[in-house]
C-alpha cells in the first residue's frame, strides 16, 4: 500500500525511539550496514518526497547503545508512519518537538549531543599540497581526512559557533564507524564513515539559526547516523 504524501512542517520536527530487537536478523543486519539501516527508516516518511527523499523529509537518526538496549533515534521532519515498522523489529514512541524548539532562546544554558563526521575534504590537488605545508607532513594528506582529539573539538566547536552555540564544555568519544555498503557493476562496495560523538554544555547565541541547526542536521553523513543535534535545558 502507498502510504499518502504528505508536506514536511517547516519550523517543527518528531522524534521517534527506536527500542531494537537485537535478536531480529533484520536489525542484525541494519547495525552492519547504515546504508540498511538508512533504507529500513525511511519507512518512516510519506512516499513521493521527490528525487532526495531524505532530505525533503528531514530523516536524522543516531544510534545509541548502552549495557542492556540499542536504541535509535530518528527525526522527521513529517509525523512519522511508525506503522510501517515491523513490531519485531522494535518498539516506537514518538513525541512533538514544538515544545523544545518554542523554548530556544538566548542566554539558555543547554546540555547538547551530536554524533558527527569530522572531517577535512580537500577538493584539489593544489589544496592538498597546501594541507601538507601547513601541517608538516611527509606525504600528501588523503582527498578526505578524518580529525580526531583536540583537531575534532576544533571542528565541533566552529561549527557549534557557526549554528547558534556557544560551546562550554566538550566530551568526546569515538563512537566507531557507519559501515556502508552499496552495490556497483563489479559487486558490492564497502566503505565507512568515521563517527564521534560530542556532548556537553553550551549557552544559545541564535535561536532561529539554532532551530535550523536543530531541523536539518549539521555536517556530512546525514544518511548514515550522523549531524542530528540533541538539545535539553541545563536545568
Known sequence: MTTPTAPTTPDTAWLTQLHLNTR???????LGDANAMHRTLMRLLPDNLGRTPRTQGRLLY?????????????????????????PGYAHTSTKDMSPLLDWLAVGRAVRYRIAANPVVQYGTLADRKKAQTRLG??????????????AADDWWHTRATRNGLDVQTIVQTSNGSADV??????????????????????VITDPETLRTAVLTGIGRARSFGAGLLSLAPAW
Open 181 to 202: 555498503s552499496r552495490a556497483n557493476g563489479a559487486g558490492p562496495n564497502r566503505h565507512w564513515h568515521a563517527i564521534t560523538m560530542f556532548e556537553g554544555d553550551a
Open 24 to 30: 531480529n536478523r533484520a536489525v542484525v543486519t541494519d
Open 62 to 86: 543516531r544510534v545509541e547503545e548502552t549495557d542492556t538496549r540499542i536504541t535509535v533515534l530518528v527525526q522527521t521532519g513529517t509525523r512519522p508512519h511508525t506503522a510501517r515498522i515491523d
Open 137 to 150: 607532513l611527509d606525504r600528501l594528506p588523503p582527498a578526505r581526512r578524518v580529525l580526531s582529539g583536540d
